[in-house]
T-cell receptor, first 113, second 114 residues
Framework: AQSVTQPDIHITVSEGASLELRCNYSYGATPYLFWYVQSPGQGLQLLLKYFSGDTLVQGIKGFEAEFKRSQSSFNLRKPSVHWSDAAEYFCAVGPLEGFKTIFGAGTRLFVKA | DADVTQTPRNRITKTGKRIMLECSQT?????MYWYRQDPGLGLRLIYYSFDVKDINKGEISDGYSVSRQAQAKFSLSLESAIPNQTALYFC?????????????FGPGTRLTVL
């Protein structure tokens, strides 16, 4: 069965430190993989997506993600976190039947000064 | 103007009341979705629609119904609200012409059932 796992419910990093958010997926075929960000009081916004090609994908706001097929992972990274990055981050996989997408449970990022 | 809008943004209601949440989009997408978000559970799909004539149940459709009034409008109803339907509800759209299309989300409706 298809699934997405984000092992970390919340993470706290210092401003300026590097960030890595983990995502593991289970999917029978080659998936589209997505990372979305949800800022407080807002809907989800796409950070980046991957389907094929270079396994290192660049997104908006300085984020990148690396697809590792052997590990079924699609981890999100940022070299230097800013206070404005505090938000909840969702990994997602699709398309399933009907163009559905499965979302992970989310990782809430806290940034300390 | 936002591409995907939801009304109302916040709603407090009582158990047993009928509630309708509305979603409109200007993206011209054919596919629309309703999700609910609960802490620690991520987003769970309630209903989705391929076009005006096609409505499909998601993983948690019990207690909910939907109506696709036009390609641009997709409403979610709670016929008799109960407290465990207190959640944040999102509408989303996607374009079937792009197999890898991401979903575009509205700002959400925070529903509280007392």
């Amino acid at each position: 069965a298809q699934s997405v796992t984000q092992p970390d419910i919340h993470i706290t990093v210092s401003e300026g430190a590097s960030l890595e958010l983990r995502c593991n997926y289970s999917y029978g075929a080659t998936p589209y993989l997505f990372w979305y960000v949800q800022s407080p009081g807002q809907g989800l916004q796409l950070l980046l997506k991957y389907f094929s090609g270079d396994t290192l994908v660049q997104g908006i706001k300085g984020f990148e993600a690396e697809f590792k097929r052997s590990q079924s992972s699609f981890n999100l990274r940022k070299p230097s976190v800013h206070w404005s990055d505090a938000a909840e981050y969702f990994c997602a996989v699709g398309p399933l039947e009907g163009f559905k997408t499965i979302f992970g449970a989310g990782t809430r990022l806290f940034v300390k000064a | 103007d936002a591409d995907v809008t939801q009304t109302p943004r916040n709603r407090i209601t009582k158990t047993g009341k009928r509630i309708m949440l509305e979603c409109s989009q200007t993206k011209g997408h054919d596919r629309m979705y309703w999700y609910r978000q609960d802490p620690g559970l991520g987003l769970r799909l309630i209903y989705y629609s391929f076009d005006v004539k096609d409505i499909n149940k998601g993983e948690i459709s019990d207690g909910y119904s939907v109506s696709r009034q036009a390609q641009a409008k997709f409403s979610l109803s709670l016929e008799s609200a109960i407290p465990n339907q207190t959640a944040l509800y999102f509408c989303a759209t996607s374009d079937s012409r792009d197999r890898g299309s991401e979903q575009f989300f509205g700002p959400g409706t925070r529903l509280t059932v007392l």
